[in-house]
């Protein structure tokens, strides 16, 4: 069974400093700050920005600064620098979604929905499974 995936909710981009991240992204662009968070479980420090809302919903460019050197994006920034670091996409039901994928064999980083910025319920898939790329599924608190 394949998983709808109903927009693109937000790029997550590894930054050393969430404050310099907020402000390259809101001179250049202009977008607006939606939410601020500290995700202890997940070891950021995360701000949404508003890009746009599409048909499925909105969609937000995340920064992502580690609390520690030993967290995922913390290990990710000493091994690769800042960047892209993971791709939310939208689905209607994260944990049926979850299902489906572990019944295809796709590794699963969680094997139940977290807590996510916005109120979202998330749940990331492992990128040796998905070509590469960290992804996770976003149920937003919307619904
Ligand atoms: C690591 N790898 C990646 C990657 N991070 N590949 C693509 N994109 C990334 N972001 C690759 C490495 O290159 C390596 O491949 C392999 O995965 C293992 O790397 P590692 O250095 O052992 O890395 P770990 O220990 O951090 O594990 C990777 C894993 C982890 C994806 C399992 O980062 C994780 O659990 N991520 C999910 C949670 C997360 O990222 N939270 C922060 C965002 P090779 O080929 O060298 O073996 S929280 C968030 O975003 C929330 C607030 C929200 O959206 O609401």
Do not use: C, W
């Not at 069974?1 to 402000?23: E, F, K, Q, Y």
């Not at 920005?49 to 499925?56: H, I, K, R, T």
Request: glycine share 14%.
């Amino acid at each position: 069974m394949t998983v709808p995936l109903t927009r693109i909710d937000h790029v997550g981009i590894a930054v050393r400093d969430l404050n310099a991240g907020i402000d390259l992204y809101t001179s250049l662009f202009g977008l607006t700050v939606a939410g601020r968070e500290t995700n202890e479980a997940q070891g950021v420090r995360e701000a949404m920005l508003s890009v746009a809302d599409s048909p499925g919903g909105a969609s937000y460019v995340q920064l992502l600064e580690p609390l520690g050197p030993d967290t995922p994006v913390g290990r990710f920034l000493a091994a690769r620098g800042e960047g892209v670091h993971h791709i939310g996409y939208g689905v209607d039901d994260v944990a049926a979604s979850l299902a489906a994928l572990r019944e295809q064999g796709v590794r699963l980083v969680d094997e139940r929905p977290r807590h996510g910025s916005l109120g979202a319920s998330i749940a990331f898939l492992h990128p040796k499974s998905v070509g590469g790329v960290l992804t996770e599924l976003v149920q937003s608190a919307a619904g």
